[in-house]
C-alpha cells in the first residue's frame, strides 16, 4: 500500500570477467563494490538520486531516518542518505577488504580505501587508480601519486597479522550456504596476492561448470592443474578430490583431501 517502504538492497556487484574475476568476492574494484539501494515509499521524493559516496552502512540509518525522523541511529555508523542536502562536503572515505581470498584459497588478504575518486588496493603491493578520470581502472597511479592520493593513502589498513575472528552462524544464514570458515595467522606468511592468481580463478570456474555437466574427467583434470600449479590452495585441492570421489577413484580422492585439511 501506500504507506509502506520497500527497499531493494544488493551486497554486492559483479565482475562478470573484469580485471579476471567472474563473479565477486576476491578483488576490490567497481564492478564489485558497487551496490544497488532503491527506496519508495512514505517521505521517499520519486526520482531522486544520491551521489554521494555511500556504503552499505548507511542503508539501516536511511531507513530509520524515514520511519522514525529526527531519531539517531545510535547503533550504526551509517548516514541518512535522504537527509544530505545543500553544497557537497568532502566524502568519508570508504574502507574496503576481502577476505575470500585467503579464508577460501589461503592468497593474501586486500585491503583498500575510497574517496570516490582514488582507489587505493593493498595486498602483496599497492596499486592506486583513479575512477573518476578512468572508470575501467586500466592505469595504476601508485608509482607516482598524485598528492590527494597520498593524502588519502594515509587511511589505508596496514596488512594484518591474523584473520578476523569466525564465531557462530545463525542457522538462516547457514541455510543460505555460509558458514564459518577457519581462521589462521598471516604473520611471516609470504602468500600469492590475488590479482596475480585470475588464472587460477578462471580454471577452477571452468572445471566448476565441467562438473555440473557431469564432465567428470575434465573437471578432475581441471581442478588437478589448479592444485599443480597452486599447491598452497586448499579449496583447489579440496574440490579436486570432491571430484575425484564422484569419479569412482576414492584413492586418488583421499589423497587430495588429505592435503587440503593438512
Not at 551486497?11 to 567497481?30: C, K
Amino acid at each position: 500500500g501506500g504507506g509502506t517502504l520497500v527497499a531493494v538492497v544488493s551486497d554486492d556487484g559483479e565482475a562478470l570477467g573484469e580485471h579476471g574475476e567472474l563473479t565477486h568476492g576476491v578483488l576490490l574494484h567497481l564492478p564489485t563494490l558497487r551496490a544497488v539501494f532503491f527506496l519508495a515509499g512514505p517521505g521517499v521524493e520519486a526520482g531522486k538520486a544520491v551521489r554521494d559516496l555511500s556504503g552499505l552502512e548507511d542503508v539501516s540509518a536511511t531507513i530509520l531516518g524515514r520511519l522514525a525522523p529526527g531519531k539517531p541511529a545510535s547503533s550504526s555508523d551509517g548516514r541518512d542518505l535522504l537527509a544530505l542536502a545543500g553544497p557537497s562536503r568532502p566524502p568519508k572515505p570508504l574502507l574496503l577488504e576481502a577476505w575470500l581470498p585467503f579464508n577460501q584459497f589461503r592468497w593474501c588478504p586486500l585491503l583498500g580505501v575510497t574517496d570516490g575518486r582514488y582507489l587505493w588496493i593493498r595486498g602483496r603491493r599497492d596499486a592506486l587508480f583513479d575512477v573518476a578520470a578512468a572508470p575501467k581502472e586500466s592505469r595504476d597511479l601508485s608509482a607516482s601519486p598524485p598528492s590527494a592520493a597520498l593524502g588519502l593513502k594515509k587511511s589505508l589498513p596496514s596488512l594484518p597479522t591474523s584473520s578476523p575472528q569466525t564465531g557462530p552462524v545463525d542457522e538462516a544464514i547457514r541455510g543460505l550456504g555460509y558458514a564459518p570458515v577457519p581462521g589462521g595467522s598471516l604473520k611471516g606468511a609470504v602468500l600469492p596476492d590475488p590479482r596475480d592468481r585470475t588464472d587460477i580463478l578462471k580454471l577452477m570456474a571452468t572445471a566448476r561448470l565441467d562438473r555440473s555437466l557431469d564432465n567428470l574427467d575434465r573437471a578432475a583434470r581441471l581442478y588437478g592443474q589448479a592444485a599443480a600449479q597452486d599447491p598452497g590452495n586448499p579449496s583447489a585441492l579440496f574440490e579436486w578430490g570432491e571430484t575425484l570421489r564422484r569419479s569412482g577413484k576414492s584413492a586418488e580422492a583421499l589423497g587430495a583431501l588429505d592435503r587440503a585439511i593438512a
